[in-house]
């Protein structure tokens, strides 16, 4: 995998941003530690997904781009996939539920996808999406059980460790295991001696069941509001890489993910989706402990207007 | 008031944040030209007020210093003169109307200035803050119409024109003249070429109408969300250096300036408080037309969750 990952990182640059690191005096003083936030955010569609789907679409055969992509999702990597296509010339096409946020079908739309809805009472989006690729022959790109997707968003950590120097300890948010995947796999084999550390929230707790009692847990559709964590478990690739390369995992209240996205917006003037903020909600609510140089991955910034209003008014 | 901005440059290196250059392939897209958003939000108490104010205070001497320092505002200066005046070791006392945000005053108090209310009906601030003065002997440090603070504000150019190569365009909004002063001067005498143009809210277009007619025009308590512009005029030196340095000047609508604070929430993922969206919202609305390479300077981050989610909400 960490192959892959070096590969990704040649292929990637020059295409992904080279998002920046922010500080800041009061959240270190608040922690008396150095941290580092490696900002996603202002990846291209606004969350590290931009890095696997890219990182995926391009290796695939001539054959395979003629006859397209296809790909599940309501959130981030629906955006990604339809960005990532558009630029390498592959038709895309994303399979949503139909009660999907409609902001977030016109953003991929927008991007150049074209949307399948479905009922999400009367079938399940595996079987469409099994039916749509025997009908139409496209490649499926899952949104994270994928080595490809993986290696791709592994490329946040190699950037990370250009940028920062003798870091200790890495925090990032888990959903299926794309991004703490790679990176813990990026972490281990450029910088042993640095602790990789998975934040999920208290209400969608399953990979850190997973990763506690080394058994694949499952919950379905969890209440958090950071939606990006709702998947029902790690995938499978996903979760032998965690096992093997991730030191820890923690759980946040969804009160301590509402007070990171506060501080990130008041105090760091950054606009976080809730599952990006997922690290500083560890760090502020004391869950984790830092290091003396610890980096926070803030992995999106994409958060409807509404989701929004609600925190920033409470 | 050149060389003052050289050694203002000096004096903060260091102390203020080196803030960041953020670029959108969207935003060039839409414009057909490259922008840079010099971003002064991300800079200390969330706001370019905290070079001038640094700046003023720091050449104080012992004398001066021991007695304290004294301000009126009730915005972004407000809580740069009590952060500069706690590194310093120095006093700050704040004079703010009664009715001011909450949130402003405790921000203020957070940093350590002590903070004198005035009933705005019953007295003018300028009195109350003179009265202090002679009770206290402390300095007055104004928001804006003092060469020190001018110097500290034209260091955002320093660094951008160091930042960024070839410009040709400079955008700022303008309330007393304190960034646009300093900027212009700053920008005229390191690069001549640069055109430098200031931003106001069509609501506040007192310099506007000072510029294009060589008389200092005031307005009273101008209605825009800008907040940060409601300033009743350009200060005196402030003018002299307007008309001296500035190329032109252009207004916004409300509406302009609620989409500019929109796009740069949700495609940039940046905190930007109205006043200082004021440039993105001259560009995307067709105010000014872009030159090949210009640069916005985005003035502060710093928005009420009442404001915010308003803006966001629409």
């Known amino acids: 995998m960490f192959d892959e990952i070096q590969a990704a990182h040649e292929r990637l640059r020059g295409v992904a941003n080279l998002t920046p690191i922010h500080t800041s005096r009061t959240l270190d003083g608040?922690?008396?530690?150095?941290?580092?936030?490696?900002?996603?955010?202002?990846?291209?569609?606004?969350?590290?997904?931009?890095?696997?789907?890219?990182?995926?679409?391009?290796?695939l055969d001539d054959e395979q781009r003629a006859a397209g992509v296809l790909t599940f999702s309501s959130g981030n990597h629906a955006q990604a996939i339809?960005?990532?296509?558009?630029?390498?010339?592959?038709?895309?096409?994303?399979?949503?539920?139909?009660?999907?946020?409609?902001?977030?079908?016109?953003?991929?739309?927008?991007?150049?996808?074209?949307?399948?809805?479905?009922?999400?009472?009367?079938?399940?989006?595996?079987?469409?999406?099994?039916?749509?690729?025997?009908?139409?022959?496209?490649?499926?790109?899952?949104?994270?059980?994928?080595?490809?997707?993986?290696?791709?968003?592994?490329?946040?950590?190699?950037?990370?460790?250009?940028?920062?120097?003798?870091?200790?300890?890495?925090?990032?948010?888990?959903?299926?295991?794309?991004?703490?995947?790679?990176?813990?796999?990026?972490?281990?084999?450029?910088?042993?001696?640095?602790?990789?550390?998975?934040?999920?929230?208290?209400?969608?707790?399953?990979?850190?069941?997973?990763?506690?009692?080394?058994?694949?847990?499952?919950i379905h559709n969890p209440p958090t509001i950071a939606d990006g964590t709702r998947t029902p478990s790690l995938g499978k690739l996903n979760f032998e890489l965690v096992r093997r390369y991730v030191d820890d995992m923690r759980t946040v209240t969804e009160g301590a993910i509402i007070e990171a996205v506060r501080f990130l917006y008041y105090r760091m003037k950054l606009v976080v989706e809730p599952s990006g903020a997922l690290g500083v909600a560890a760090l502020l609510s004391g869950a984790i402990e830092p290091a003396p140089r610890t980096a926070v991955i803030v992995s999106g910034g994409n958060v409807d207007s509404a989701t929004?209003?609600?925190?920033?008014?409470r």
């Open 308 to 313: 929004l209003a609600e925190l920033l008014a």
């Open 30 to 59: 608040c922690l008396g530690a150095r941290i580092f936030l490696k900002c996603e955010s202002f990846q291209r569609v606004g969350a590290f997904k931009f890095r696997g789907a890219y990182n995926a679409i391009s290796q």
């Open 82 to 218: 339809a960005l990532a296509g558009k630029l390498l010339g592959v038709e895309t096409t994303v399979v949503m539920p139909r009660d999907a946020p409609r902001v977030k079908r016109l953003a991929t739309e927008e991007y150049g996808a074209r949307v399948v809805e479905y009922d999400a009472d009367e079938s399940r989006r595996e079987e469409l999406a099994q039916r749509l690729q025997e009908e139409g022959g496209q490649t499926l790109i899952p949104p994270y059980d994928h080595p490809h997707v993986i290696a791709g968003q592994g490329t946040v950590v190699m950037e990370l460790l250009d940028q920062v120097e003798e870091l200790d300890l890495i925090l990032a948010p888990v959903g299926g295991g794309g991004l703490i995947g790679g990176s813990s796999t990026a972490a281990k084999h450029v910088r042993p001696e640095c602790r990789v550390v998975g934040i999920e929230p208290e209400l969608a707790d399953d990979a850190t069941r997973s990763f506690h009692t080394g058994v694949l847990h499952t």
